[in-house]
């Protein structure tokens, strides 16, 4: 009611016509009220702080046998030093990382609750250790967020005594790795991540990159970005099923990154653009078109695909049927032109289609 005299004293005329956008909220209140005069004051409280401390108590003594075999006493005094071992412990266990997070999600609201009893407050920095490692843990395996605003995660210190959000050192430096120069595809970086000795967290931090690259390359080149996801995706389950090593973990991902780095060079060897590149790789993705054509014609093929479909896309074109229609056909008939195998010319048609719409955009800043 008082924001509706507020609009009503602030905007003129407008004659409690905002109240429409209360309507259904007056049955909500009588019967609130009828329980709340009916209760004559003898009603249950909505939370009940000994409740939630039993189960912050309960939460804490499940967080402490995950870390079973490791001691991390020594937290009050140095808890940045701590951060990342306590990390690569949780991580080495069996669904680690999502039964610390868990956990520590209850535990955070538990204390929400009754954070104002001395009983809880005993507490108060055991607990801000435990949602500090909850981040370095997100910090190395969570995608980013997507508007990327704040790319530095921020850690829950423990300072004075209580449970405050500050900055702390980055994350890589703690666990020491240089990314004064984070190219993850550089043999410099690589070989970091490789004496890591930390190797569970080691293993977390390659994935997430190397997954946050070849999702960024899907932006440009379909065929390279769902290639190397799909590559990764398996490597990481297939070694995960067979319980194989975290070193040997690493040695694999490092594998995969050297070789998605040598075939996202070869079309600048090739002397081709980003642009040409993409149609390259998505006529090329058929094996027998590469024995039957070979690497010049299907970089000429590319070079032709970019010029005619850069000059007849336009701004709506991937929405509009009828001009998607007009683009498939130029496809087909340049493919069939320079003999492309028609075994496989349907899918290529469709999938120079779909890379011409992921370029589309930047196309059209171009213009």
Not at 90 to 99: A, F, N, P, T, V
Not at 210 to 226: A, Q, W
Request: charged share 30%; aromatic share 6%; net charge neutral.
């Amino acid at each position: 009611m008082q924001a509706i005299a507020r609009v009503n004293r602030v905007l003129k005329g407008k004659d409690g016509g905002v109240v429409v956008d209360y309507i259904g909220i007056a049955d909500e209140l009588r019967k609130a009220m009828k329980i709340y005069a009916g209760s004559k004051g003898k009603g249950k409280q909505t939370v009940n702080t000994a409740e939630a401390l039993a189960k912050l108590i309960e939460l804490i003594d499940i967080t402490r046998s995950l870390f079973n075999g490791f001691d991390y006493s020594g937290f009050k005094d140095n808890p940045n030093r701590l951060l990342v071992p306590s990390a690569n412990h949780i991580l080495g266990l069996d669904d680690g990382k999502k039964r610390f997070a868990d956990v520590v999600l209850g535990m955070t609201k538990a204390f929400s609750l009754c954070s104002t009893l001395d009983d809880a407050k005993v507490y108060r920095e055991e607990i801000a250790f435990f949602q500090a490692v909850k981040v370095v843990i997100i910090k190395f395996t969570a995608k980013p967020p997507v508007s990327e605003e704040r790319k530095d995660s921020m850690l829950k210190q423990i300072l004075d005594n209580a449970v405050v959000a500050e900055g702390v050192e980055d994350i890589f430096k703690l666990a020491g790795v240089d990314k004064s120069d984070l190219s993850i595809l550089s043999d410099e970086f690589l070989a970091e991540v490789q004496r890591m000795p930390h190797k569970n967290l080691a293993v977390e931090l390659l994935q997430k990159l190397l997954n946050d690259e070849f999702n960024s390359r899907l932006k440009t080149n379909v065929v390279l970005g769902k290639k190397y996801s799909e590559l990764l995706k398996n490597s990481i389950n297939r070694l995960i099923a067979k319980g194989v090593e975290s070193a040997h973990v690493i040695e694999e991902l490092i594998e995969i990154a050297k070789d998605f780095r040598a075939a996202a060079e070869k079309g600048e060897k090739m002397g081709m653009n980003p642009d040409e590149v993409a149609f390259y790789d998505a006529l090329a993705n058929n094996e027998s078109a590469i024995k039957e054509l070979g690497d010049e014609k299907l970089m000429e093929i590319a070079h032709i695909l970019v010029e005619k479909l850069r000059k007849s896309t336009t701004v709506d074109w991937q929405v509009r049927e009828s001009v998607r229609a007009k683009l498939r056909n130029l496809v087909r008939a340049t493919l069939k032109r320079y003999k492309y195998p028609p075994d496989m010319q349907k899918e290529a048609v469709e999938l120079v289609l779909e890379q011409a719409t992921v370029l589309a955009e930047s196309w059209s800043e171009v213009a």
